[in-house]
């Protein structure tokens, strides 16, 4: 029985962001099966790697696959009602403590099947992917009991592995107080600790821990608590943090050596400083800025100083973000943070996997690098953050294939 050949494909003329910089000169890229198997110039392509090719395509912008490391994509049922309270005046705040908000997904969610769930996420998984998204992080956090958190998570996975995306999973079961431990965070936090958490270790359903550290979350203390608990088990951790008060999660984040602080509008230097040290991604979400009206920016200046990444994303989810664009947040970022596009189009790619854990492997254009990357009908890079416009995907690869052609 032989082999099939391995598919060598070539993309000539291109203008590329490979994740760090734009080139100045056009560019070819040739893959080889699922790997990136070549970056050069233009005048450096030789006639055998052309004549090697079984497929050629020419021009455009080729960005390495986004990544959009903060979602909560999976959920059931539309928070529109929420929506309109906060137009006549509510808080986002306000509505939590009532029992709306998160708990309002919860209810919905804890009463789909896993079928339905499944379903239910799939056109906000496809949209993301319809913009050049290949590597996309999930959290659990509507289900805030053993089996509808694992359900979550197997839902993601089976995301993951029906279609031609790479879904990175979260355990996020400390995102809010269930009704059952009203008025015992503690006694919740151990309940993660003690049966949530172990359960989804042993069946390797999440790839990392988060909470939300905040005053209608979870304390520093409980914070501190769960991250020991995620760490004996091996994995990494990360925060939903400083996003309407500063209670120093980030700051906690970083002593645990965190992947990623997420939010981070209220975060202050010496947090700022700890970061830097511990190689903790300050993940901005501007869809979330955005849509509870904040005010507070995140300090740029600062982590731009100390040189911490900023990655971006869209935090996706039915309540302080009900958007799944990541290109929008690109555009977003700039507007609304002061972000450069150069800076914003690395926040969803190389600075974007760092938040994952995974920025030596995901996140650029480079020779041995899994061929994951889009092509855009733009002039420049710079141009995907400039405008909003859909429809400018012009080829999305993941794996080698492409998955997406436009027209
Ligand atoms: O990242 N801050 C907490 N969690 C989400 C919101 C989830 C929701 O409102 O359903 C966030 O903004
Ligand atoms: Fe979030």
Do not use: S
């Given at each position: 029985m032989s082999a099939t050949p391995t598919e060598r494909k070539l993309w000539t003329e291109i203008t590329l962001f490979d994740g760090h910089q734009t080139f100045d000169q056009l560019m070819a890229v040739s893959v080889e099966g699922d790997r990136i198997a070549l970056v050069c110039p233009m005048p450096d392509l030789s006639d055998e790697t052309i004549q090697a090719a079984d497929q050629t395509f020419v021009g455009g912008v080729m960005t390495p696959g986004l990544i959009d490391c903060h979602t909560h994509l999976v959920f059931s049922g539309s928070r529109a009602d929420e929506f309109e309270q906060r137009l006549e005046g509510a808080s986002y705040e306000e509505i939590a403590r009532q029992g709306g908000g998160i708990l309002s997904t919860v209810h919905a969610t804890r009463a789909s099947s896993e079928d339905a769930l499944f379903n239910d996420s799939l056109p906000r998984i496809h949209a993301l992917m319809a913009d050049g998204v290949t590597t996309v992080e999930i959290k659990s956090g509507y289900g805030l009991n053993l089996d509808d958190e694992l359900k979550m998570l197997r839902v993601a996975r089976r995301l993951g592995s029906e279609l031609p995306i790479q879904v990175v999973t979260t355990l996020l079961a400390a995102h809010a107080l269930p009704p059952e431990f009203k008025d015992n965070a503690d006694g919740y936090i151990d309940f993660i600790c003690h049966e949530i958490l172990p359960k989804a270790v042993t069946e390797q359903l999440a790839d990392a821990v988060d909470v939300f550290c905040e005053g209608i979350g979870f304390s520093v203390a409980q914070s501190e608590k769960l991250f020991r608990a995620a760490q004996a088990y091996g994995l990494p951790i990360k925060s939903h943090a400083e996003q309407l008060s500063n209670l120093g999660g980030a700051k906690l984040t970083a002593k645990y050596q965190g992947l990623s602080a997420d939010h981070i509008e209220w975060l202050d230097e010496e947090a700022i400083k700890a970061m830097a040290k511990a190689g903790t991604v300050a993940t901005l979400l501007p869809g979330a800025f955005y849509t509870l009206r904040?005010?507070?920016?995140?300090?740029i200046e600062l982590l731009r100083q100390y040189q911490v990444p900023m990655a971006i994303a869209t935090d996706g989810n039915p309540g302080s973000s009900p958007i799944f664009q990541l290109t929008l947040m690109l555009n977003m970022a700039c507007t609304l943070f002061r972000l450069t596009p150069k800076e914003a189009l690395q926040g969803v790619t190389l600075n974007a996997a760092k938040a994952l854990g995974l920025g030596d492997q995901f996140g650029s254009i480079a020779q041995?690098?899994?061929a994951d990357f889009c092509i855009w009908k733009i002039n420049t890079p710079s141009e995907l953050a400039y405008a909003v416009q859909p429809?400018?995907?012009?080829q999305r690869v993941f794996k080698g294939e492409v998955t997406h052609e436009l027209g």
């Open positions: 904040d005010t507070q920016v995140p300090p041995g690098r899994q429809g400018r995907l012009k």
